[in-house]
């Protein structure tokens, strides 16, 4: 089992940045890649960002792409979430996932393939 908890969201205006954490505990080993999925209420979950485990491959929405940096130091059991200028727009809760297949494309990489969710970190921006 993986644990995931979030932190670091929280009511900002518009155009400023904002990093999340997702920090892991438990069999961190068997985990192959990290993501950071966004969901606002009475819609489906999207995938923000995802990373590889390891090489540090990165794969990014073309919604953020640009604005999002998603990162996991020296492969260590964080993982972050930059955002920058943000809009009210990324106003969601923003979660973290992390999956265990062995054979991927980063790009279509999908929720179903992530088997373990932390309990999310909400992010409000305000024009």
């Known amino acids: 089992q993986v644990q995931l908890v979030e932190s670091g969201g929280g009511s900002v205006q518009a155009g400023v940045s904002l990093t999340l954490s997702c920090a892991a505990s438990?069999?961190?080993?068997?985990?192959?890649?990290f993501g950071w999925f966004r969901q606002t209420p009475g819609k489906d979950r999207e995938v923000v960002a995802i990373?590889?485990?390891?090489?540090?491959?990165?794969y990014y929405d073309d919604s953020v792409n640009g604005r999002v940096t998603i990162s996991q130091p020296n492969a260590k059991n964080t993982i972050y979430l930059q955002l920058n200028s943000l809009k009210p727009e990324d106003t969601a809760m923003y979660y973290c996932?992390?999956?265990?297949?062995?054979?991927?494309?980063?790009?279509?990489?999908?929720?179903?393939?992530?088997?373990?969710w932390g309990q999310g970190t909400q992010v409000t921006v305000s024009s």
């Open positions: 996932a992390a999956g265990t297949r062995t054979f991927f494309t980063l790009r279509f990489l999908k929720e179903v393939d992530f088997n373990y």
């Open positions: 438990g069999d961190t080993n068997n985990t192959k890649y």
């Open positions: 990373i590889s485990r390891g090489l540090g491959t990165t």
